[in-house]
């Protein structure tokens, strides 16, 4: 049974990473699940220099999923490479780095610093919704899009994936600028941009007024959009949005991610990961599905 | 010290006042290792309701492999725990965090609201001259329990038992000294306690609170502001559940 999937290059040996944010550099995490058992980590963002992040508080609960306004808090690209790379490094698993900056010579600082390091991917992150400089800002134009994707690609040396933002109009115009622009892969769906009122209170229950919504609720809205940009573009995908359990990664899989990614689910799981890659590998079985690439896509 | 997540048997869930409830579990692996000031996440049932309540130890008894946690209903979540019954099951996470650090030879324990649950393994675990401040807006809780372990000043807000006013108040009103406070309540309460220690010059650990997510350090949700750039973040933010939720006054901005 192979569960083994490809992405420019780069092989993973399950389709189960985590998605940006939610799992810092798995140091927290390494006290519950075994990260060589992961197909990859993906890291939280990281900046040419440390971020301060938003204001508290930063998380509200929502029905069935929450609300984040964390702001790319991060120690830096330097710290990163110093501390977070070496403890990654010590586990059979690749590493997919976040990158995120507030303006493309940021992110090119970033991409390049990272250009020598042991790093197998790196993930643009041009949809955070939280905050005003950077993030969101690049990935709402097409044209935006494929400027950054353009100039991230003449420095990357790993191959490139863009995170896509469910904040726009047409996500697959997104994915199309990206791929023009030579994105290796995308990942979507970011957080969908969202409120909370306190309603006693009569406030923003957020400091930031505004935060990403993840978690269940978001799931069938990523489905659909992981379908459609499927549709529309050759290069691969890794899907993510409330993804808790090993159905809710094969949803993504049939509609056309190679790979996942697993978020929010680990805030109550810590477990979370791991359980979905065994259950993937249950399902293949109990399925006589011999390739875990006979399922991308799968329902198109 | 690592923190563990299962399901534990609930053995008594009651109501002490209004909203305000005590729920022993029968967690020997969270007892052993627990120590006062540190916390538990609680799970609910609902998948409406994703996120871990965090909620303060308030007793823990090591040979009896049992932990006591006393929360007040803030929202649908703590409604659905405070419907548990004896003999169900409740997942949890823990123990978590870093409790308070025992020290000083005539301590001041504040506790206002449902910050005073933590204080009580507290006093019971501190060796020394405890003098005890307890602050409500109206209904007592949990102070008979504190008795036996110190001497205890009770403000309100109304008046109605105590010192009216706050824990300060009742603090100048019996002109309590002390070399260490520890102290754990509602923000304001915390930034006038940390005034009033630096104005004293006596040393205070106080126990922060903010919304969490992961509750074990990962997702950067509940940080609080330091006073200089911390080892981990590289920015002036610690994490709450991590780091703390118990910080040096002088370490922390309110």
Redesign the interface.
Known sequence: MNTSVTIAGVCFKNPVTTAS????SG???S??VDLSQLGAVTT?AVASK????NP??????T????L?A?GL?N??VD?FIERDLPFLKKYDTKIIVNVVGKTIEDYCEVVERLSDCDVDMLEINISCPNVKEGGIAFGQSALSVENITREIKKRAKQPIIIKLSPNVTDITEMARAAEAAGADALSLINTITGMKIDVKRKTFVLANKTGGLS??AIKPIAVRMVYQVYNSVKIPIIGMGGIADAMDALEFIMAGASMVAVG?A???N??ATVMIADGIKEYMINNGVNDIKELIGCVN | MQAIKKEFKVVKNTMLAADIYSMWLEAGEIAKNAVPGQFVSLYCKSGSRLLPRPISICELDKDKGIIRLVYRIAGGGTQELSQLKAADYVEAMGPLGNGFTLEGKKALLVGGGIGIPPMLELAKQLDCEKHIVLGYRDTTFLDNDFYPYGKVYISTEDGSVGTKGNVIDAILAHKLDADIIYACGPTPMLKGIKAYAEKMGIKAQLSLEERMACGIGACLGCVCKTTYIDSHSHVKNKRICKDGPVFYAEEVEL
């Open positions: 944010g939610t799992f810092g140091m927290e995490y006290n519950f939280k440390p971020w301060e992040g508290t508080p930063r998380i509200a609960e029905y069935g999923g929450m984040n964390i808090q120690p830096g710290v978690g269940p929010t680990n805030f109550y810590p477990y």
